[in-house]
Structures are given as structure tokens and as C-alpha cells.
């Protein structure tokens, strides 16, 4: 409980995981979660249902992305906790969907599992070869963490099969593939080597977070999001530079074209396979907000 004004409480719910006693107690604390029985505010609707959910099959975490994937990378657990920890997770989201399944009359029920994403993000390098922190000599359950996520995975799948009832269809699909990662490109940095992003300052030679010290007056492009490149540009940006028309043109497709011949420097690799402009990739009322 946290005090958070006169006659006022709130309720949380964590995890404690007893990491080490020698030399020093150290004890990992997990994010704080809203406790469904008594939320701060409404996390559910109707707004009761989170409380109906936690008395039907019992306390459940809240948070938005509950797997602690950050305290596994920076080793404030280790793999054995945080396995754990996931399978946890899933048994959670297994009971509430199996639970709402049961009272199920008609419609669409949906079920969302988060595990085999995670679970692939952090163990594909046990099974990559080519992976910088491949292991070879890794223990047997970290090499088979994903086969065995996967069948698990087929256990619940089966658990569904068993409820459902003549005339239900049923959909399994997944909302990306995944394979390994072994290195990223900055494409800000990238930027910048190519004289297309500038920062303040004569020795600048870095980027703040949230463009804090960007030169907007010697900027033509930045990356913001997920891969995606905008110009700086007159009319649209506050401080653009590029006039739009044929100088815009031109910059897309120069920028398009390098990174198209951008090679990784360790594997010999073209990085992408293709890079496609704003009007190849994009149709709709809500073009003008999409990248470049």
C-alpha cells in the first residue's frame, strides 16, 4: 500500500526474487502493477471486472509488458528466475482465457500470449551460431528455451481445442516472425556521418534523446520510429529546410539508394533488402503522416 494523500491508499502488487546472499543480500524487486481487486483507476470495463477476474481465478499481473526482460539483460536475475517468471506468466493468461472461454456465449473472444515473442527475443542467440553472444557450452535448457516455448505453447492451444463447441471456428496466428538479431544500425547516426543531421556545437558529435540538441537549420533528414526516414521540410516541420518538389524528391531517393548499399561491416551483407518511398509503401486519407 502507498499513502498518496490524506485517507487515500494505493494498492500495488510485486514480485521478489531472493537474487543472492553472499557477499551481500540482494534482493530483486519487480515493477509495481495495479492491483486488479482495488485499482487506482479503472483498468477494466466494466470497470468491477478486473476484481471479478482476480476472485474467479486469482491475482494477475497488470502491467502493460509484464516480462522482466530488462532485469535478464542486466543481469538482476538470471535465466533460471526469469523462466520462471514467464512460465508464470503464462500459466496467468492461460487461466483467464480457459476462465473466459467457459462463459463464452457468442461473438469474438480474442487471447493475446506475449511468451513466444519474449521468449525469442532472449534465447534465439543460444541457437545462432553466427550470434556475437553465442554460447556453445550453454546448458541444454537455455538451447531448447524456444522448442520448449513452442510446445507449450501446443498445450494450450489443445486446452482451447478441449472448450470449444460445435459451429466455433478457431484462429491461430501469429503478429510478426522472428529470427535473429545480431547487430542494429543507428539510422540517426547514420544520418549524421552523411552530413544530413546536425547537432549543436562545434564537437557535437552525438545525439541527445528527443532531438534535444539537434540543428535544425543544418538538418535535412532524421529517423524517427521504426525505420522510417522524414525530410526536414518547408511547410510541414517548424524549422524545414528542404523545399519540397523536385529538391525533395531527389534527397528521398539519394538516401534510399545509399541505404540500399549499406553493407554490415562484419558479415559483408547488403542490410536491407529494399528501402521503399513514402508513396510506394503507403495509400490513404492518412499518407502525409507517414515516412518518407
Not at 498445450?155 to 470449444?164: H, K, S
Not at 556545437?201 to 552525438?206: F, K, L, R, V
Amino acid at each position: 500500500e502507498f499513502k498518496v494523500g490524506p485517507f487515500r491508499r494505493m494498492r500495488g502488487l510485486t514480485r521478489f526474487h531472493l537474487a543472492g546472499l553472499q557477499p551481500h543480500l540482494k534482493l530483486y524487486v519487480s515493477p509495481i502493477a495495479l492491483d486488479p481487486r482495488e485499482p487506482w483507476f479503472p483498468i477494466s470495463y466494466p470497470k468491477d471486472y478486473s476484481a471479478q477476474l482476480a476472485k474467479d481465478v486469482g491475482l494477475f499481473s497488470t502491467r502493460g509488458m509484464p516480462f522482466d526482460t530488462w532485469a535478464l539483460n542486466e543481469n538482476r536475475i538470471g535465466d533460471d528466475a526469469f523462466l520462471a517468471h514467464a512460465e508464470d506468466l503464462l500459466d496467468q493468461q492461460t487461466r483467464l482465457l480457459l476462465h473466459e472461454l467457459k462463459r463464452y456465449d457468442k461473438g469474438v473472444l480474442y487471447g493475446y500470449f506475449e511468451y513466444p515473442d519474449v521468449i525469442q527475443h532472449m534465447y534465439w542467440r543460444f541457437i545462432d551460431e553466427r550470434h556475437p553472444l553465442y554460447d556453445p557450452n550453454a546448458p541444454a535448457k537455455l538451447k531448447s528455451a524456444i522448442s520448449d516455448c513452442y510446445r507449450r505453447m501446443d498445450q494450450v492451444l489443445g486446452q482451447v481445442l478441449n472448450e470449444l463447441r460445435d459451429g466455433d471456428a478457431l484462429l491461430v496466428l501469429s503478429d510478426h516472425g522472428f529470427t535473429s538479431f545480431r547487430r542494429a544500425v543507428h539510422l540517426n547516426s547514420w544520418l549524421h556521418r552523411r552530413g544530413l543531421l546536425s547537432f549543436h556545437g562545434p564537437d557535437a558529435q552525438e545525439g541527445l534523446p528527443l532531438f534535444e540538441n539537434v540543428d535544425w537549420a543544418g538538418t535535412r533528414a532524421y529517423a524517427l520510429g521504426f525505420t522510417g526516414i522524414y525530410l526536414n521540410l518547408k511547410g510541414r516541420e517548424p524549422k524545414g529546410v528542404v523545399n519540397p518538389g523536385a529538391e525533395a524528391d531527389a534527397l528521398k531517393r539519394a538516401i534510399a539508394d545509399s541505404l540500399k548499399s549499406l553493407e554490415d561491416p562484419v558479415e559483408h551483407q547488403a542490410v536491407f533488402s529494399n528501402v521503399w518511398l513514402r508513396e510506394e509503401a503507403f495509400k490513404g486519407d492518412q499518407v502525409e503522416r507517414a515516412p518518407d
